[in-house]
């Protein structure tokens, strides 16, 4: 019996710490490992310090087929004015940034793109750039430098600063 009681115990501690887990708890402000906060999450109400990666799921609804290749990676795109946009991409490139170059969804120099699909984002004006997620992730590579994983996701999303 007393075995059993504290195999229960145990069971619930797993139940609420996941259920923690899922539901996001705060976290410190002050972390480093905190990813920045795009503009819809910042006009989103809720708890200060709290943020989340954006969704890098591949949607099942507009989802654009683009490029042609062996490798296949999803792409989301989240816009200043909260909007998205979602592809599939096909590519014989190494890399997530030349793969994006190749179809011209990106622009830039040296590895700093300001212009994803078209909208261009102006740090010295309006304190933005462009995240860069890999699988909900900040993060901590760029571009140019992360290698295509097939069937991954990753996202560029319109941050402010």
Do not use: R
Request: charged fraction near 20%; charge should be negative; proline fraction near 4%.
């Amino acid at each position: 019996m007393k075995h059993l009681s504290k195999s229960l115990v145990c069971l619930l501690l797993v139940l609420l710490l996941a259920a923690a887990a899922l539901t996001g708890c705060a976290q410190n402000p002050t972390a480093s490992t905190e990813a920045p906060k795009t503009q819809a999450q910042t006009e989103a109400p809720k708890t200060e310090g709290q943020t989340e990666a954006p969704k890098t799921e591949a949607p099942d609804a507009e989802l654009q087929e683009l490029g042609e290749g062996s490798s296949l990676f999803y792409l989301e795109v989240g816009f200043a004015d909260g909007s998205t946009a979602s592809y599939a991409i096909h590519s014989d490139a190494e890399t997530v940034g030349a793969a994006l170059t190749e179809l011209e969804l990106i622009e830039g120099e040296n590895g700093m793109y300001t212009t994803v699909c078209g909208k261009t984002l102006d740090w010295d004006a309006d304190h933005m750039y462009w995240a860069f997620y890999i699988e909900g992730e900040y993060a901590s590579t760029g571009l140019d430098d992360t290698p295509i994983t097939q069937e991954a996701h990753y996202a560029l999303t319109a941050t402010e600063g």
